[in-house]
């Protein structure tokens, strides 16, 4: 098992590596203009990570999301964990914890200690902030939809978890253990066209 | 039972049944800190949703934090924000940790494969929870399209673009 564990770190050292520092201040700047819960930080994660430096390649990125997804605690930490940890192992993980909690819980222990009454000063800002969320997430759609949506089964896919999701309100949780089951079922039954395709 | 075991303790079961993140996990929330342990009453627990509306960061964390002092200070906000990721943490490197080992095995491949678009499309549905913050005002409209014209044919970046629109919010949205 301990042999297990050098050959992961050796194939991982080989990428291109961020100093624990550049974890924390980077997801530190994400986490504090996250707003509007967890999915508005994916975008910002890509851009950073993998399209302005490449320490992620984006089939990589789409993979962690796939773990993150599949687990209870705000996507935005389980992200931070995965990036952190693929990046510089423990500590990277921690580095890139405390930076997406650091701006957030700062600002949750002002508003408790001080300045509670005065927090609707900020609303205006906070909401003009919001606004291009929309915009953020669909063009994320579109980048990632190049790599992550490639056949007609994908598109399927895609629509039936869109709409048990959006309409149905589906748990994620529950639409990834939905597709963790019809994943491994499929490629249990296709073993041979897989042999093929291959 | 001292007040900071028993906040490590609540919070860290809140951070491992928060399945699928976000305002799903409002209700445990609310049980075990308004209703079991009874260190907020429901209307602070309902001006907490409505701040961590309008500031960065999940919703499970903000809570933790500002039930934390509340209940033990400065300390208190510490171990209950610590508690509440432990478990999330812990999972997600096993879980990291599970996939790496067995990342070759062609089951798995194939299944990570299939549940690409699952992702995708989760991220699309969250853009529906924008529609009214990004199309509910004919400032909120204009911003929106120049926005995504912004990021589909310049460099500038999503964070600048943020602030610039949170800068413009200070005149329009007031």
Redesign the interface.
């Known amino acids: 098992m301990r042999e ?1 564990v050098k050959d ?1 770190e050796l194939e991982e050292s080989e990428s291109k590596q961020p100093s624990l520092w550049e974890i924390f201040s980077i997801t530190a ?12 930080m ?3 994660i890509r ?1 950073e990570f993998t399209q ?1 430096r490449s320490f992620l390649t984006d089939e990589e990125f ?17 992200t931070s ?2 990036v952190g ?2 990046l510089r192992k ?1 500590p990277g ?1 921690i580095c890139a ?1 405390l930076g997406s ?1 650091f ?3 700062m ?3 002002a ?3 001080v300045i509670g009454q005065y ?1 609707e000063v ?20 579109l980048r ?2 190049k ?3 490639r056949t007609w ?3 399927i ?3 039936v ?2 709409s048990i ?2 309409f149905l309100k589906f ?6 253990l939905l ?2 089951v ?3 079922i ?3 039954l296709f ?1 041979s066209e ?1 042999k093929n395709g291959k | 039972m001292s007040t900071y075991l028993e906040l490590f303790l609540t919070f860290l079961q809140i951070g491992a049944v928060s399945f699928g993140g976000g305002y799903s996990i409002l209700k445990s929330i609310s049980h075990y800190v308004v209703d079991v342990s009874k260190w907020i009453t429901l209307d602070e627990f309902n001006d907490i949703v409505a701040i961590s509306q309008s500031t960065p960061g999940p919703i499970g964390i903000n809570a933790a934090t500002y039930v934390g002092y509340k209940v033990g200070g400065v300390f208190g906000s510490l171990i209950a924000t610590t508690s509440v990721v432990l478990v999330p943490i812990t999972l997600s490197l096993i879980m990291y940790w599970l996939y790496r080992k067995h990342s070759e095995n062609e089951i798995v491949k194939s299944t990570i494969q299939k549940l690409r678009p699952v992702v995708v499309a989760m991220i699309a549905s969250a853009s529906l929870g924008f529609l009214q913050d990004s199309f509910g005002s004919v400032a909120g409209i204009i911003i929106t399209i120049v926005s995504a014209l912004v990021l589909l044919f310049t460099k500038v970046g999503i964070l600048p673009l943020m602030l610039i629109s949170g800068i413009i919010g200070i005149f329009v949205f007031h």
């Not at chain 1, 748990?171 to 990834?176: D, F, K, L, W």
């Open positions: 297990d992961l700047k994400i986490g504090g203009v996250t707003l509007g819960g967890g999915y508005a994916i975008p910002i851009e302005k789409t993979t962690l999301l796939v773990i993150a997804q599949s687990l209870p605690g705000p996507i935005a930490v389980n964990t995965l940890y693929k423990l993980t914890v909690i701006f957030p819980t600002i949750i222990l508003i408790a200690m927090y900020f609303k205006p800002f906070l909401s003009g902030m919001k606004t291009p969320l929309f915009s953020v997430l669909l063009i994320t759609v990632m939809w790599t992550d949506v089964e994908d598109i896919i895609f629509a978890t869109f999701v959006s748990n994620p949780v529950v639409v990834i597709g963790l019809y994943g491994v499929r490629s249990t073993k897989r």
